[in-house]
């Protein structure tokens, strides 16, 4: 029920200095216009900028200039570690055998086609008699591709191929599927010159067998390729290959997938080429 009129009402007296204004002194500052006007200015500032080096050369480590590519790293000292960003050169175009090939003669090229290479001698084709000299068809050097054929022939034994769980012809059982994998995770040069190249690779390699029944399950592991390189005139091509373990970081607190989970990734998730 309302209150008449006559009630007393409650009044509160604040201190002179806290005494509301009625009418502004001044124009009040407007902070979203502000706002706007500088983002407006930021904006105009990098597109400037943007449209002022989309027109510049890029001169790359032969000398040649890309007009309108993005700038590449510094040249890096022999032996120096490599950014961890994309250095910006373009990747190879060509293949052959599956294997990318035609890379810059340069050492960031030298670097791309090993990694390349990384990954095809790490693939379930090296196992194989054929896919062997597939692989070694598309990125050994002419003059070494005997040698190298011969010594992996001799290494992958049937003994090798049953301790991966495989018969005489590298199959996997009936079941299961064998996967061997190897992802570059850096790349570096060791005295670098126009012709040859030590270029080491560091890998995080999976193996195993995946599937409900399989006794050897896929692990991880971590290893570093010593690539020689030789520059044929027209690419660059392996001469010689070494592998060393590690370096591995520490495992992290992870649950394992299921055999199940790793073979559905094996099959759905494709391998890539590689290039810096």
């Known amino acids: 029920m309302p209150l ?23 124009r009040q500052p407007r902070p979203l216009r502000t706002l706007l006007t500088i983002l407006l200015v930021v904006t105009l500032l990098v597109l400037a900028i943007s449209i002022a080096n989309s027109g510049k050369s890029v001169t790359g480590a032969d000398g040649s200039g890309t007009p309108g590519a993005r700038g590449s790293a510094a040249p890096l000292p022999p032996g120096g570690s490599a950014p961890t960003a994309p250095s910006g050169d373009q990747p190879v175009a060509g293949t052959s055998n599956g294997v990318g090939v035609g890379y810059p003669h340069t050492e960031q090229g030298a670097q791309s086609a090993a990694a390349n290479y990384a990954v095809a001698l790490g693939g379930t084709d090296m196992l194989k008699a054929d896919g062997r000299r597939t692989i070694l068809a598309a990125i050994a050097d002419p003059g070494a591709s005997a040698d190298l054929q011969s010594r992996l ?27 061997s994998r190897a992802v570059p995770i850096g790349t570096r040069t060791d005295g670098y010159t126009a012709d040859t190249t030590k270029a080491l690779v560091w890998c995080m390699g999976l193996g195993g067998l995946a599937g409900e ?14 690539l020689s390189l030789h520059w044929t005139g027209s690419d660059w091509k392996l001469t010689d290959v070494s ?12 649950q394992a997938a299921t055999a199940q989970e ?12 590689y290039a810096r």
């Open 4 to 26: 008449p009129d006559d009630q007393p009402h409650t009044r509160t007296r604040l201190p002179v200095g806290e005494q509301p204004s009625l009418q502004p002194s001044g």
């Open 262 to 273: 790793i073979t559905g990734a094996v099959q759905q998730f494709g391998g890539f080429r």
């Open 213 to 226: 029944s399989s006794t050897k399950p896929v692990t991880a592991n971590w290893y570093t390729l010593t």
């Open 243 to 254: 592998r060393q373990a590690g370096p591995a970081p520490v495992p992290a607190d992870q």
């Open 153 to 179: 022939d001799q290494a992958i034994t049937p003994d090798v191929l049953s301790g991966y769980g495989l018969d005489a012809q590298a199959q996997a059982p009936k079941g299961l599927t064998f996967v």
